[in-house]
């Protein structure tokens, strides 16, 4: 089956991650990079893990799942070794409209995890649909290279500029020209 690709604004949606594992310090790891809404429930938490909760203020609820704690959230990330939790808890969230992801196990998501690259505004997502996660790692690994860092510098300029410019064909041109120019000095062929 595929995914649909869909980009979010996070920002205000609660998530709650259920584990503070290796897998769970994974999803914290990627999704500090679009918001710090979280809370975690653990009965134990790695160091890493521990590391990002204490550095982005994080709510940690240090004890086992409970049902009913994913009332008020969002989205559900559970990340532990207890296949029969995923299922109870991907169970208890049909009827809501809380987005579920568990961690290598795609019968229980509504969603998966893309392999990313994010620089600045610029974020480009990969996925293979869960095929195989080691070739979306590689193909993010290529464009972490081919990326320029100026990257983000480029689209404040070019944002700054779309707030200036009156919408039509001659700004399209000109962004398209400005775009075209950025892409011959920083990508070689």
């Not at 095929?131 to 290529?142: E, G, L, M, T, W």
């Amino acid at each position: 089956m595929a995914y649909f690709p869909m980009f979010m604004d996070m920002t205000k949606l609660k998530v709650l991650v259920v584990g503070g594992g290796v897998v769970a310090t994974e999803k914290l790891e990627k999704l500090i990079d679009f918001t710090t809404e979280i809370t975690v429930i653990a009965l134990r938490v790695d160091e890493e893990a521990q590391a990002i909760i204490d550095q982005h203020a994080l709510v940690l609820h240090q004890r086992a799942y409970e049902v009913g704690d994913i009332k008020g959230f969002d989205i559900v990330i559970v990340a532990t070794d207890t296949q029969v939790l995923h299922q109870e808890i991907y169970e208890e969230s049909r009827g809501s409209r809380i987005l579920v992801n568990s961690v290598d196990n795609t019968a229980y998501c509504d969603f998966i995890f893309p392999s990313y690259v994010k620089k600045e505004d610029l974020t480009i997502a990969f996925s293979t649909g869960g095929a195989s996660p080691a070739f979306a790692k590689q193909i993010r690994q290529h464009f972490e290279k081919v990326i320029p860092d100026s990257v983000g510098a480029f689209l404040e300029k070019m944002k700054a500029l779309r707030t200036t410019m009156p919408k039509g064909k001659e700004r399209m041109a000109y962004f398209d020209t400005l775009v075209t120019e950025y892409f011959q000095k920083h990508f070689k062929s």
